[in-house]
Nanobody
């Protein structure tokens, strides 16, 4: 059973930074793509950032220039560095990994990020 465990969320003030981590229970060397999504109360889950097997990244317009997705294959971990956080970034953040040959992508359990003064 593949597991994705997110960590790094919390309550921070506007302008602060957080780094989210998503540790996978299997190698992330052979993936189609990995991504971070978020869901705010009353809203649909949305893509925040993604990285594919070629290292190409994609970001939501609302986070471009502030968030950075990266991965460490040796640690089977994908990160989301979030800078200049805004109250509108408040949401539950989910990690998603799509492995080559897998029938579906896997989700983590989510980690809460709250940006408030």
């Amino acid at each position: 059973q593949v597991q994705l465990v997110e960590s790094g969320g919390g309550l921070v003030q506007p302008g602060s930074s957080l780094r989210l981590s998503c540790a996978a229970s299997r190698s992330i060397f052979s993936i189609n793509a990995m991504g971070w999504y978020r869901q705010a109360p009353g809203k649909q889950r949305e893509l925040v950032a993604a990285i594919n097997s070629g290292g190409r990244t994609n970001y939501a317009d609302s986070v471009k220039g502030r968030f950075t997705i990266s991965s460490d294959n040796a640690k089977n971990t994908v990160y989301l560095q979030m800078n200049s956080l805004k109250p509108e970034d408040t949401a539950v953040y989910y990690c998603n990994v799509d492995w080559l040959g897998a029938p579906y992508a896997y989700w983590g359990q989510g980690t809460q990020v709250t940006v408030s003064s």
